[in-house]
């Protein structure tokens, strides 16, 4: 049946999800100093990561991706992944390990913070997200950086420490035991998703 003429079609609001998961600037050239350094970590996160998302997905958890653009200011996420799968080496791998599905969601940010200019709050309050899980690179600055601004926020915390990667275990390791002391986060690994209830804020 047609619209009558000057009839208003109400956008579908979207699912609601008390928890999500934050996937951060695993869609990554890796072109920096220290990205070879990385890189082997990188690919362990991302393929606990995978199989997280896949667990958290069956539960009804959303996925979404908030990703660096990389100076690429006329870019989308699309073009983003594109970019990287044509670069081979460890950033194709990383796609193809975390390539995107057709119902996560996906924000582009400028700087370290999920956060910083971007729609991240206004989203996460239009799925009624309440628990925040963080992966993503690097443990030590955008991830970091996003737990933080997510922390006073509101948002309860679970960074994975499997999912997350650092240049070196020494700094993945002081970037976790800060945000487990600071911000109240529960760093354990991501195999204790199913022992976890969405909402309820457990720690090391």
Known sequence: MAKAQGEVVKQEDLPKSRRVLLMVDFINPLQFVGAEDLAPAALEAARATAALKKRLQADGVRALY??????????DFRTLVSHCRRRGGPASRLVRELAPGGDDLMVLKPRHSG?????????????????????????????????????????????????????????????????????????????????????RREHS
């Not at 990703?67 to 690429?72: A, C, L, R, S």
């Not at 910083?116 to 799925?127: F, G, N, S, V």
């Not at 997350?164 to 700094?171: I, K, N």
């Not at 976790?176 to 022992?195: F, G, N, T, Y």
């Open 115 to 199: 956060f910083h200019a971007t729609p991240l709050e206004l989203l996460l309050d239009q799925l009624g997200t309440r628990e925040l899980v963080i992966t993503g690179l690097a443990t030590d600055y955008c991830v970091m950086c996003t737990a933080m601004d997510a922390y006073v926020r509101g948002y309860k915390l679970w960074v994975p420490a499997d999912c997350t990667a650092a240049e070196s275990p020494q700094m993945h390791a002081q970037a976790l035991d800060w945000m487990r002391q600071a911000l109240k986060a529960d760093v354990r690994p991501s195999s204790s998703a199913a022992s976890r209830k969405p909402g």
């Open 66 to 75: 908030v990703n660096d653009n990389f100076g690429q200011w006329r870019s």
